[in-house]
């Protein structure tokens, strides 16, 4: 069973910069695909950035793309998501999760994940 861990998330100021990282143990997630997401007060939990198990193939959602960049290093067993110019709407809890599924494709629905991390809060202030 893996677990994931959330961490890096906090208070930042409009057009700042933070770099979530997810740490997974119990095994590996070399062969994972992995995703980011996030839920807002009131709003359902949506994808932001996800990443095929070989790092070949990545998606991001056109609210963040250009701003975020997600990124995997399997030695470390990790997954980042470095975002950058953050604005307000960006508020919102952050999760990571893992789909054991070694797709080629990268994996957006949240149905197709399979281990979830318990989220870290990200607020940016105008």
């Known amino acids: 069973q893996v677990q994931l861990v959330e961490s890096g998330g906090g208070l930042v100021q409009a057009g700042g910069s933070l770099r979530l990282s997810c740490a997974a143990s119990g095994g590996s997630i070399s062969t994972y695909g992995m995703g980011w997401f996030r839920q807002a007060p009131g709003k359902e939990r949506e994808v932001v950035a996800a990443?095929?198990?070989?790092?070949?193939?990545?998606y991001y959602a056109d609210s963040v793309k250009g701003r975020f960049t997600i990124s995997r290093d399997n030695a470390k067993n990790t997954v980042y998501l470095q975002m950058n110019s953050l604005k307000p709407e960006d508020t919102a809890v952050y999760y990571c999760?893992?789909?054991?599924?070694?797709?080629?494709?990268?994996?957006?629905?949240?149905?197709?994940?399979?281990?979830w991390g318990q989220g870290t809060q990200v607020t940016v202030s105008s």
């Open positions: 990443i095929n198990w070989r790092g070949s193939n990545t």
């Open positions: 999760a893992a789909d054991r599924g070694l797709r080629v494709r990268v994996v957006i629905q949240i149905a197709e994940y399979d281990y």
